[in-house]
């Protein structure tokens, strides 16, 4: 049984080099990396879980009712803020 995979590389490939030098990072409207655009992500998704974690209490209150309505609307504050943010920089 002959041995193919020796073959199967050319010995005399030629390598083509790359340059040294990177383009600076274009910023999107997916650019999660800035620190208040990850602030306001952390703000909104802590928001969410409060609610949540209120609302899955077996023993909830018409108190616990409401403060869960007033987190899940922080939530939708800071979401807003985030959209905001991220179309702004799109269009600057």
Avoid at 21 to 31: M, N
Avoid at 51 to 70: H, I, Y
């Amino acid at each position: 049984m002959a041995d193919t995979t020796a073959t199967a590389v050319r010995p005399s490939a030629h390598v083509i080099t790359l340059a040294g030098r990177r383009a600076a990072p274009i910023k999107s409207a997916l650019d999660t990396t800035d620190r208040d655009t990850i602030a306001l992500h952390v703000q909104a998704e802590n928001a969410l879980s409060m609610a949540l974690s209120m609302l899955r209490n077996p023993v909830g209150t018409a108190a616990d009712l409401e403060r869960a309505t007033a987190r899940v609307c922080r939530a939708a504050t800071m979401l807003k803020r985030l959209s905001a943010a991220q179309v702004k920089e799109v269009a600057a």
